[in-house]
């Protein structure tokens, strides 16, 4: 009978405990300590149970064992403590609610939430390609204006620091031809147009050599904004601005590009390949054909290469008239 009585006493404060460890802490119930000691049990039992209920569990003549000897309420710090301990050691502990509910306690420092840091530049991610599998551009939804307008007054690099123009890609957009460049130099940078300057005049007898003029065909770079100093566009800055030049040749489709130097080369195709090895043969982007050849800028330095960028003409002339590239 003694036993019944204690355990049902301890059931009863596991009850009030695991309702409010499980979120009712407005629960206005006194929690009496729990005392098995003869002099305080019926004191503390009559706060809960009536007296008449009482006498039918707990006899009067009834002695119960000193188990345990209740010490007074101090701090609020000492019932917690009193309270955990006998959580940890009743069954509800092992609940699965509360072993989570603890892992939350108020004691715990909770990490502060971490901010996401959010991507500063376009990263354009071109997917490695695996065997013969060559992925093509798809079909393009949006118009040139349309990603002018996402461009827009571009800082998504570190080079719109020292540009005083963008330079967009210019000339005919219904164009077979396109050329690409590195990056716009001082007269570009000033002018907001590629390939203007010695460099510019040397490309538009390039396209003449091949029957076209500088109207007929679409002339861009692979970075807008001009280096400081014109050095080479990092890796990082040319992938950023990438993707500009991808969505306009999605929309164009042009046949052919002629890939100007070995940046740009190495940039578009995303290749360590140098122009010389690559230079006078065709290269796939997206599946369109990609003629590299030397830069004019290159050619100005370097006037005997001009017979070799011939070569690689003739070849996209051909490759133009016929739709195939000349063998
Ligand atoms: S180079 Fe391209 S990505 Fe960088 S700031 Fe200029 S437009 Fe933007």
Known sequence: MKSEISTLLADIKEQILYLQELGAENFS??????SFSANSKAQSLK????PERLERFVPTEFDLPKLETAKPKA????NASTRQSLLEATKLSRLPSLPKRNSFSTNQKTEPAREIEMPKTIIDETPPLFGDFKPTLGESNETIEEIRL???????????????KIVHTTGNFNADLLFVGEAPGANEDAEGVPFVGRAGELLNKIIQSIGLRREDVLVGNVNRCRPPGNRTPTLPEA?????????EIAVVKPKVIVVLGNTATQNLLDTKVGITKLRGEFQDYFGISVMPTFHPAY????????REVWEDMKKVRDFLNNGTPST
Do not use: M, Q, W, Y
């Open 150 to 164: 996402d461009i827009g007054n571009c800082v998504r690099c570190p080079l719109h620091e020292g540009r005083t």
């Open 75 to 78: 701090a609020g710090a000492e």
């Open 299 to 306: 050619l100005l330095r370097d006037p005997s290469k001009k």
């Open 29 to 34: 119930v006194e929690l009496p300590e729990i």
């Open 239 to 247: 992938h950023t601005c990438r993707p500009f030049l991808k969505r």
């Open 47 to 50: 706060t809960e149970v009536s």
